[in-house]
């Protein structure tokens, strides 16, 4: 049985309980939710990639693929390709925004059965296909499901969670998106030689975890927050207790119906956000996700096996490097895990600008010195690219990848987190789309160039990094407005006295979405 642990400390309250088997029993069903996140993310692009695909769905893709002296740079470019890509993701985004409501109303665990739902719906749509626009709604209902699970599973996670191992929960979130984009790049390259339905079963094969994720969202507890935070305080007791495997929860109790009382008293948490002492948290966190999309990473999660094709690999070879990186990503973002609280937050992330820049900045060169609009690179100066993609993939996974979602859920006060935190989920999602949209086009039209621009974005990062973006490292949640924002030489203009109350505060165990 694991150990009792006991979190406090100073003037914290103490609070009992065991990281218990059936914790980690949901959080496992939970984690499903950013596993099938993940495989979205990493199958369109090996699909894409797949010339049995592309022949029944994108024929002029395929004739413009076979034609030897096509420009390489703009084979792959078709609106309705990048469509198939893209639109998931904004339906996630219009999703999110319904899905915050149910689930402050009806609960996470619903609004993970319908998450699921959509999930088995896509994946029934898109695997069967046999006409674009079932390809394309499949797609869609993928999307909301996306949106939904977003929503619900971080919160469920962070809400379950002991407090003690609440960070490190947080940013398991990402680790199992990397894990899902993984699990769908082996599948691609196990499929990429079956004919001629490898496509079909490479996206059949989500409808696993969504299965699972539908099937276990009917055995797992809702949180107690949620219980209490809609008046079921007695239910949300007897949870706690099995949760935490012990029967004296009162102190986590105690803290949870105050902290959902005081985020009660904040009636309209949005008009709260707009105000001008909301500013610093909320720039920061559009921003973190703005930059976080600019850094180029999903050119190369959606496109990679388009990429390496690009650059002159073979169809095998491609759908490999990107096994290969998205082992790297995994990987490196166990790292992060280890070094946030250690290195800090801005450590790693302008360590990892440099590091971008210099690898984005040097496959762009490689790219417009030897790769002409016909022929390819030879194999050295192909994995050399390969190479520089996965050391750019290092440099993300242990920093703009996590921290993009780790900071938005640090840096609110408790009273407008949940509605700040659906703004960087729902920027995140638009800038997905419109790197999904947009890159194919832009690798056309702007050839190496477009890695310059991804360089360029780099620098500006970096700058907001080094002078906007204050350390949160070891600042508890709850002290961030007085320690951080109140201290900082540019944010602290915006902490009029009258809009800055203090901070109500948010006892230990309370995870930081709460309404
Ligand atoms: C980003 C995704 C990206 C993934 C790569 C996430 O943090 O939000 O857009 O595909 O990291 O691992």
Redesign the pocket.
């Known amino acids: 049985m694991a150990p009792a642990i006991a979190v406090g400390g100073g003037d914290m309250p103490v609070f009992e309980g065991r990281i218990t088997v059936y914790v980690v029993a949901c959080v496992i069903i939970a984690a499903f939710g950013g596993l099938m996140f993940?495989y979205d993310?990493g199958i369109s692009g090996g699909v894409t990639a797949m010339d049995d695909f592309l022949e029944r769905f994108f024929p002029r893709v395929y004739e413009k693929k076979k034609h030897a002296h096509e420009d390489n740079y703009c084979k792959y470019d078709n609106q309705f390709l990048q469509l198939f890509t893209s639109c998931l993701y904004l339906a996630a985004l219009i999703a999110s925004f319904v899905a915050s409501r149910v689930c402050s109303k009806q609960g996470r665990r619903p609004t993970m059965q319908i998450a699921s739902f959509f999930f088995l719906v896509g994946v029934v749509l898109t695997s069967a296909a046999f006409h674009i626009s079932m390809l394309i709604l499949g797609r869609l209902a993928l999307g909301i499901g996306v949106g939904f699970a977003n929503q619900a599973v971080p919160l469920f996670l962070s809400e379950l969670a002991p407090a003690k191992i609440r960070g490190a929960l947080n940013i398991s979130f990402?680790l199992f998106?990397?894990i899902g984009?993984f699990i769908a790049n082996m599948v691609n390259y196990a499929m990429s030689n079956v004919h001629p339905y490898g496509w079909r079963l490479s996206l059949a094969i989500a409808g696993v975890p969504a299965l699972f994720l539908c099937v276990g969202s009917m055995s797992i507890c809702e949180t107690p927050t949620s219980l209490i935070e809609r008046g079921r305080l007695e239910e949300g007791r007897v949870v706690l207790q099995r949760i935490r495997g012990v029967a004296n929860v009162d102190n986590e109790f105690d803290s949870i119906v105050h902290a959902c009382e005081m985020a009660n008293q904040v009636t309209k948490p949005f008009s709260k956000l707009m105000k001008r002492s909301s500013r610093p948290p909320l720039v920061i966190a559009i921003l973190l996700q703005v930059f976080?999309?600019f850094t180029g990473?999903?050119a190369i999660?959606f496109y990679a096996p388009v990429l390496f094709q690009t650059v002159g690999l073979g169809s095998e070879a491609s759908l490999l490097s990107a096994v290969i990186t998205g082992l790297v990503?995994v990987f490196s973002t166990l790292v992060s895990v280890y070094a946030v609280d250690k290195a800090g937050r801005r450590a790693l992330l302008l360590e990892a600008v440099v590091q971008m820049f210099i690898t984005q900045s040097i496959i762009g060169i490689i790219l417009a010195i030897w790769l002409k609009p016909t022929g390819s690179l030879n194999k050295v100066e192909a994995i050399i690219v390969v190479i520089l993609v996965c050391v750019f993939v290092m440099g993300?996974?242990w920093s703009w990848?996590?921290l993009?979602?780790l900071i938005p859920s640090e840096t609110f006060p408790l009273e407008t987190r949940t509605a700040g935190f659906a703004f960087a989920v729902s920027t995140?999602m638009l800038f997905?789309f419109l790197v999904a949209q947009a890159f194919l086009s832009m690798l056309c039209n702007m050839k190496a160039g477009i890695f310059f621009f991804f360089a360029a974005w780099i620098v500006v990062m970096g700058l907001f990094a080094m002078f906007l973006l204050p350390e949160t490292k070891g600042v508890p949640v709850d002290a961030v407005t007085e320690r951080v924002w109140k201290q900082h030489w540019f944010w602290k203009r915006f902490m009029d006295e009258e809009d800055v109350k203090p901070a109500a505060k948010a006892p230990s165990g309370i995870h930081p979405h709460l309404t």
Request: aromatic content about 10%.
């Open positions: 993940g993310i990402q998106i990397t984009i976080q999309q990473i999903n999660m990503n993300f996974a990848g996590p993009g979602w995140n997905t």
